[in-house]
């Protein structure tokens, strides 16, 4: 691959942002081709955080006219990251204690239905999941300031670097899975012709999702931010699992993002595994060349199966529980304390700095993490 992007030629335009120096899996490659070809798509770009997924890869943003496609969206309708400004400064942090405490799982006892009217949304029958992390990939991190590299941009967002923030990355839980799979019942992976009655509908449920999960993460911080006797401003919140009407040029295009931050709505936190830095970036340039979007974190490097069975004869449970930053998680799940370990995970610093290279993002600050919470037990997805 050539820096910074390489194309191929199908039946739309096949980008992947990726410098020589960036593992890109072949078979993510494939997968990239192979949604290119789908009917009524213009473009298909990989960042540099792409890696395999379900019949789509991840880490991907694709642009598509006349035709939308729920499957390249997932399940996860609304995952995304939201940031928070905690009160609280960095010397203070306890977090031995509250990795002793800390306790995110089962129903939030609060008026839902509040928190969703509040939030644009009302209640789907999920609510019972409503201010939980969920499982796989998602967390709520506390972290500090490691460097500022832009103070004003950094001091614009009212952030300070001798106090805590709040990363958390979750989803619309069971209420996305159950759209796509009413969507997959009828139609297995096809598309929907972007006029038809039915996409309408899908729009409206996933649209609602989407809203749904952002309510979710500002009540997953919530929680966090009372269990560690805090405060919190919340500073921003992307979505990177999404599909969304562009227009342009009199034309009305769709744009899918799985596992893909936008580029077009300020400054992004792209997160390292639970072992490495975060990023905090600000999009630059015009972003076309990317589908305006973003890496959204570090990327798998393995499969859970090869992370459990590499890791397994490297590590044990207990010394998965502490990072080199000498950070605190909190996971009960055994399984899922192997599959999400700091080595399954590309570098994260290398998937920033292709996204430099490439004119997309300039790095506002860096990251680190305090304590990591992953679940008290075996989460229900």
């Known amino acids: 691959m050539n820096t910074p992007s390489?194309?191929?030629?199908?039946?739309?335009?096949?980008?992947?942002?990726?410098?020589?120096?960036?593992?890109?899996?072949?078979?993510?490659?494939?997968?990239?081709?192979?949604?290119?070809?789908l009917p009524g798509m213009r473009l298909a770009v990989g960042l540099p955080d792409l890696h395999p997924g379900k019949g789509a890869?991840?880490?991907?943003?694709f642009e598509s006219e006349g035709f939308l496609y729920p499957y390249l969206v997932g399940s996860d309708i609304g995952c995304g990251m939201g940031l928070w400004d905690v009160d609280l400064l960095?010397?203070?942090?306890?977090?031995?204690?509250?990795?002793?405490?800390?306790?995110?799982e089962g129903p939030w006892e609060g008026d839902t239905d509040a928190v969703l009217a509040q939030a644009g949304t009302s209640s789907t029958g999920f609510e019972a999941a409503l201010g939980t992390v969920g499982g796989g990939n998602h967390f709520a991190e506390v972290q500090r300031v490691e460097e500022v590299h832009d103070a004003r941009v950094f001091?614009?967002?009212?952030?300070?670097?001798?106090?805590?923030?709040?990363?958390?990355?979750?989803?619309?839980?069971?209420?996305?899975e159950a759209i796509l799979r009413a969507h997959v019942d009828r139609h297995a992976a096809g598309g929907l012709a972007a006029d038809s009655e039915e996409a309408?509908?899908?729009?409206?449920?996933?649209?609602?999702?989407?809203?749904?999960?952002?309510?979710?993460?500002?009540?997953?911080?919530?929680?966090?931010?009372?269990?560690i006797g805090a405060t919190g401003r919340r500073v921003l919140d992307v979505c990177h699992?999404?599909?969304?009407?562009?227009?342009?040029?009199?034309?009305?295009?769709?744009?899918?993002?799985?596992?893909?931050?936008?580029?077009?709505?300020?400054?992004v936190v792209i997160p390292g595994s639970r072992g490495a830095l975060s990023y905090l970036v600000l999009p630059v340039g015009t972003g076309?060349?990317?589908?305006?979007?973003?890496?959204?974190?570090?990327?798998?490097?393995?499969?859970?199966?090869?992370?459990?069975?590499?890791?397994?004869?490297?590590?044990?449970?207990?010394s998965l529980t502490r990072t080199s930053f000498k950070s605190h998680v909190v996971c009960e799940d055994r399984d899922l304390l192997f599959e999400e370990a700091p080595p399954a995970y590309k570098a994260i610093d290398r998937v920033v700095t292709d996204l430099v290279e490439a004119g997309l993002v300039r790095v506002v600050a860096t990251l680190a993490p305090v304590l990591t919470y992953k679940t008290r037990g075996r989460a229900a997805e």
């Open 155 to 176: 001091e614009a967002l009212g952030l300070r670097e001798e106090r805590l923030l709040l990363l958390v990355h979750s989803g619309s839980r069971g209420l996305g």
């Open 200 to 227: 309408r509908a899908y729009l409206t449920r996933h649209d609602g999702a989407v809203l749904w999960a952002k309510a979710n993460r500002a009540l997953v911080a919530q929680r966090a931010l009372e269990g």
């Open 6 to 37: 390489s194309e191929t030629s199908t039946a739309a335009t096949v980008r992947v942002i990726a410098s020589p120096q960036s593992w890109v899996e072949g078979e993510a490659i494939r997968q990239l081709e192979a949604v290119a070809r």
């Open 90 to 104: 960095t010397r203070k942090a306890k977090a031995e204690r509250w990795a002793a405490k800390l306790d995110l």
């Open 57 to 61: 890869p991840v880490g991907a943003a």
């Open 241 to 267: 699992n999404s599909v969304t009407a562009r227009h342009e040029g009199g034309r009305v295009g769709w744009l899918h993002r799985k596992g893909a931050a936008p580029w077009d709505e300020g400054p």
């Open 288 to 318: 076309e060349q990317s589908a305006h979007s973003l890496a959204h974190g570090a990327g798998r490097k393995w499969t859970r199966t090869a992370a459990r069975e590499r890791l397994k004869e490297r590590f044990t449970a207990e």
